[in-house]
């Protein structure tokens, strides 16, 4: 009998070209669309409407199922409610990470495991490889769309039910296969949205959801050189949108003082309170299930567009973990993760914590 996958048919041309391969190599190949989000999914963000038919597109193209399944619910209790707790923090959140980890890998795979299904599928662009009984995710061949930095918080377990097809790809072949197939989304532009909310003006969207109180733009120094209309909607780094006018070096944000709801923003990129050191992160998750050494030197990201940086783990337990970096790293932004590599190996990471004044 042929294993059975269950792929996650996004609507998007990755899952679509990953569900042509699995079928090729001889999987009997299923496809679920996941209905994540119905808040405002109406005739102005009606992204999934169109995401739905793309898919349906696909599956008979290629000649596989596809199935609607609605996640709403758990999206929006372990996903969104998240997602809102920590701008209302004061932080800035990486949606797409929790969004794997608790919808994608757990449950979309438990729905897929009811189907009967071996394994799950998506189109993500990582690397899994065995080792010694255990699973390792690895970056994905084309650098440029490497996407292990949103799936660190996986375990065992989800690995090991788990397949990439896209792992040795480049995004130039995906879209050349796509063409040859004649598929209809074979030159879909890349979603870059709120992982399955989709694209719209953010400040608006967040204003739904939570009460605006706006305070002073402050200087490193104190003085007052303008208003912002809520920490939310700001972040460590931002330099567009600030209203700040005068001469000289562009201002950048630096530190959110939620007690005082005060923004602090400094001038030029390279000012050292823009520059972090170290980075203490907490609600950590290992791969492996056993923490890195701190005697050996990592590469850790902590955005996702960016070089692995070298680093060295100074102390770690259960709850948190502080790295110290060669040279310092820019616009340290806490609720952002931060993912350490040993080469292309993906060892886990965490959630960086609040500002520690260095």
Known sequence: MKKKIVIGLSGGVDSAVAAWLLKEQGYEVIGVFMKNWEDDDDEIYCSSREDLIDAVSVAETIGIE??????????????????????ARGRTPNPDVFCNSEIKFKAFLEHALQ???????????????????????????????????????????????????????????????????????????DSTGICFIGERRFKDFLARYLPNKPGNIVTAKGDTVGEHTGLMFHTIGQRQGLGIGGDGLPWYVAKKDMTRNTLTVVQGH????????????????????????????????????????????????????????????????PGQSLVIYESTVCLGGGIIMDHIDY
């Open 66 to 87: 596809v199935e609607t399944v609605n996640f709403s619910k758990e999206y929006r209790d372990r996903v969104f409610s998240e997602f809102l707790d920590e701008y």
């Open 270 to 333: 390279d000012h050292h309170l823009l520059q972090s050191p170290e980075i203490y992160a907490e609600n950590l998750n290992w791969i492996s299930d056993t923490n890195p050494s701190t005697k050996w030197v990592f590469g850790a990201k902590s955005r996702y567009r960016q070089k692995d940086a070298a680093c060295t783990i100074k102390d770690i337990n259960k709850a948190t973990c502080h790295v110290q970096f060669a040279e310092p790293q820019w616009a340290v932004t």
């Open 115 to 189: 189907l009967g299904a071996d394994k799950i599928a998506t189109g993500h662009y990582a690397r899994l490889r065995e080792r010694d009984g255990a699973f390792q995710l690895l970056k994905g061949e084309d650098g440029t769309k490497d996407q292990s930095y949103f799936l660190y918080r996986l375990n065992q377990e989800q690995l090991s039910r788990t397949a990439f097809p896209l792992g040795h790809m480049y995004k130039s072949e995906v879209r050349t296969i796509a063409k040859r197939l004649g598929l209809a989304n074979h030159d879909k532009k």
